[in-house]
């Protein structure tokens, strides 16, 4: 059986993929603010670097697999904290693991969001790309919650297609799903959040298959890439969203 990572598995999608693979019979190993195998704050330096650490002392031969899944929804405040922990905990933790993954020619899968798909490789974008995390940080508390959580999910999936090619010549596929509107605490809040409630609402209304996405559907389709099944499949961004972003964008694929 295999050995996994996964980061933000307390709750939500992330608790779903923990479910999944270990009753398939994996070992998992979970980093989380608090209900985690590591405990760490993925939006600081420090946590990031625990979370390296603990998943290495606990994974010494290597990792089959990894999921950076913690992430903040729009809702949050400051809108930095959404930009440290969607974008610049996924990707450091990533690196960081790197080696371990090359050892078992393990998968990455990062939960992106059909939200990237909404906004431009404007200047957030950039800064992200750029590994300006201060700059970045200090450029988003000025905007909103949806270009922070957006763009964050935008840079992610940009990262992801400009790094797939190198880390499949190193035997590691590296892939996402974008899921859409998903009943989980984070959606919960937004739908709670005074300013961003009612657009939220209107959003899953508006689903073409009817109703929004349980974690469950998220997880199925990540541990399917993760598995054997998927030994193809490296720098794919799969929309898992009930039809919402061909609705969207028709054209654009
Ligand atoms: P959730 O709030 O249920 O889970 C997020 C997890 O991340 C929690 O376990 C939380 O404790 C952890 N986390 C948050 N901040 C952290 C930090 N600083 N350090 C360590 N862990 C931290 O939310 P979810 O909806 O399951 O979200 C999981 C992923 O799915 C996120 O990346 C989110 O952006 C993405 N996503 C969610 C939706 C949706 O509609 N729910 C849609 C698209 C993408």
Same mark, same amino acid.
């Given at each position: 059986?295999g050995?996994?990572?996964?980061?933000?598995?307390?709750?939500?999608i992330? /608790?779903?993929?923990?479910s999944?693979l270990r009753?398939?019979?994996?070992k998992?190993i #979970?980093?989380?603010?608090v209900?985690?195998?590591?405990?760490a704050d993925? @939006?600081?330096?420090a946590?990031r670097?625990?979370?390296?650490?603990?998943?290495?002392?606990?994974a010494?031969n290597?990792?089959?697999?990894?999921?950076?899944?913690?992430?903040?929804? $729009?809702s #949050?405040?400051?809108f930095?904290?959404?930009t &440290?922990?969607n974008?610049?905990a996924a990707?450091t933790?990533?690196?960081?693991?790197?080696?371990?993954l #090359?050892?078992r &020619?393990?998968?990455?899968?990062?939960?992106? @969001?059909?939200? /990237?798909?909404?906004?431009?490789?404007?200047?957030?974008?950039?800064?992200?790309?750029?590994? %300006?995390?201060?700059q970045?940080?200090?450029f988003?508390?000025? %905007?909103?919650?949806?270009?922070?959580?957006?763009? @964050?999910?935008?840079?992610?999936?940009?990262?992801?297609?400009r790094?797939? $090619?190198?880390y499949a010549r190193?035997?590691v596929?590296?892939?996402? #799903?974008?899921?859409?509107?998903i009943?989980?605490?984070?959606?919960?809040?937004?739908?709670?959040?005074?300013?961003?409630?009612?657009?939220m %609402?209107?959003?899953?209304?508006s689903v073409p298959?009817?109703?929004i996405g349980k974690?469950?559907?998220?997880?199925?389709v990540v541990c399917?890439i993760? @598995?054997?099944?998927?030994s193809?499949m490296?720098?794919?961004?799969v929309f898992v969203?009930g039809g919402h972003? /061909?609705?969207l964008? $028709?054209?654009?694929?």
């Open positions: 059986m050995i996994y990572a996964l980061t933000g598995g307390a709750t939500g992330g /608790a779903a993929i923990k999944q009753d398939a019979g994996h998992v #979970v980093v989380d603010l209900e985690g195998d590591v405990c993925l @939006s600081e330096l946590g670097q625990k979370a390296i650490d603990g998943i290495r002392a606990l010494p290597g990792l089959d697999g990894f999921i950076p899944c913690a992430g903040l929804g $729009p #949050v405040r400051p930095s904290l959404i &440290k922990v974008y610049f990707v933790v990533t690196e960081g693991l790197l080696d371990l #090359v050892k &020619k393990g998968s990455v899968v990062m939960i992106s @969001s059909n939200s /990237a798909a909404m906004v431009g490789h404007d200047d957030y974008v950039e800064l992200l790309l750029a590994d %300006k995390e201060a970045a940080c200090e988003v508390d000025g %905007k909103d919650g949806h270009t922070a959580y957006a763009g @964050s999910k935008h840079a992610l999936s940009c990262w992801l297609r790094n797939a $090619p190198d190193q035997g596929r590296i892939n996402a #799903v974008a899921p859409g509107i009943n989980t605490p984070l959606s919960d809040k937004v739908l709670a959040d005074k300013d961003l409630g009612q657009v %609402k209107d959003f899953g209304d298959m009817g109703s974690p469950e559907q998220i997880a199925d399917f993760l @598995s054997s099944k998927a193809f490296a720098g794919s961004i969203d972003d /061909a609705m964008r $028709p054209d654009q694929f």
